[in-house]
């Protein structure tokens, strides 16, 4: 698992997902995901994913899929409007907000 990412300041509008990654430990903030199946697609643990905005995606803002029961993700003044749903999670972690 890759970890210590920044994602940072991008526009990704009308493609699959904005990002779709298997990172953990780092930061998603100050992106644009619009108009795409999913804004943010995200397998691991101790992401904070702050400051964006994700909207009008069809399948679902964010996703979170985590692997063990003590994983977590963190939410931070997102903007999240017109999706599919606002988020969902995959497997036994938790989302901080």
């Known amino acids: 698992m890759s970890t210590g990412f ?5 526009t990704v509008i009308n493609s699959f997902n904005g990002v779709w990654a298997k990172i953990s430990n ?3 903030q100050n992106n644009n995901f619009s108009n795409n199946t999913a804004g943010v697609d995200v397998v691991g643990t101790g992401n904070i994913i702050k400051d964006n ?3 009008n995606n ?4 964010i996703a979170l ?4 029961a003590n994983d977590y993700n963190t939410l931070i003044n997102n903007t999240l409007t017109g999706n599919g749903g ?4 995959v497997g036994p ?3 901080m907000m």
């Open 86 to 89: 606002p988020y969902y999670t």
């Open 6 to 10: 920044i994602i940072e300041n991008n």
């Open 26 to 28: 780092s930061l998603i």
């Open 65 to 68: 899929t985590t692997k063990q």
């Open 58 to 61: 069809s399948v679902v803002g």
């Open 93 to 95: 972690g938790r989302i």
């Open 53 to 55: 905005i994700i909207e």
